[in-house]
């Protein structure tokens, strides 16, 4: 079974702060995501990596960055937390490949920014 | 990016009333996915459809891609309460096949 793990379900942090969520795949995957989820919004595409320290932006990387050192692991970074980034974080990861592409999700972070 | 829009943004329905949420993208698609969500958890993939006018089905769910691969239909036949989710629709950047946007997702309610 493929595994994506997120480090935290919960997580409060004060504006300002420097925030990191980490996300682990243990299915070797080329293709890792964050997006955010917002009710109403779906879910919103932050930054896409299809290698180690390759990224492309999605459509909302203002106030994030990423990074992808191991093809494993995916880390998001909220260089000074807003508490506009409330919001519920997913990591997905998916194989480089034509054909069937199912993106398989972490359980989410639930981040608080007050 | 990729923009994907879906309809309608909820959906409360009566037990085994029939259910049909839609996809519609300003570009024409590669391919495009459905994932569900149960309350608290996180998106699963049901099903990738890739060609034209193709129609898919899975019991009780049925998926169709437009002809014109700029739209996408899933429609759930005699809804029941474990049907309760939402549902997304996703796309991949036009010249990118493994960056995929999602649609804003159909909340279903399945009333007993």
């Known amino acids: 079974d493929v595994k994506v793990t997120q480090s935290s379900r919960y997580l409060v942090k004060r504006t300002g702060e420097k925030v990191f969520l980490e996300c682990v795949q243990d299915m070797d995957h080329e293709n890792m995501f964050w997006y955010r989820q917002d009710p109403g919004l779906g879910l919103r595409l932050i930054y896409f990596s299809y290698d180690v320290k390759m990224k492309e932006k999605g459509d909302i990387p203002e106030g994030y960055s990423v990074s992808r050192e191991k093809k494993e692991r995916f880390s998001l970074i909220l260089e000074s937390a807003s508490t506009n980034q409330t919001s519920m974080y997913l990591c997905a990861s998916s194989l480089s490949r034509q054909g069937i592409t199912e993106a398989f999700f972490g359980q989410g972070t639930r981040l608080t920014v007050v | 990016g990729q923009q994907v829009m879906q309809i309608p943004q909820y959906q409360h329905v009566q037990e085994g009333e029939d259910f049909t949420t839609y996809c519609n993208s300003s570009?024409?698609?590669?391919?495009i996915q459905w994932y569900k969500q149960r309350p608290g958890g996180h998106p699963v993939f049901l099903i990738q459809l890739v060609k034209s006018g193709e129609v898919k089905k899975q019991k009780r769910l049925t998926f169709q891609f437009g002809e014109a691969k700029k739209n996408s239909s899933l429609h759930i036949t005699a809804t029941q309460t474990t049907d309760v989710g939402t549902y997304f629709c996703?796309?991949?950047?036009?010249?990118?096949?493994?960056?995929?946007?999602f649609g804003s997702g159909t909340k279903l309610n399945v009333k007993p």
């Open positions: 570009t024409t698609l590669s391919n």
């Open positions: 996703a796309g991949p950047e036009l010249y990118n096949f493994n960056k995929f946007y």
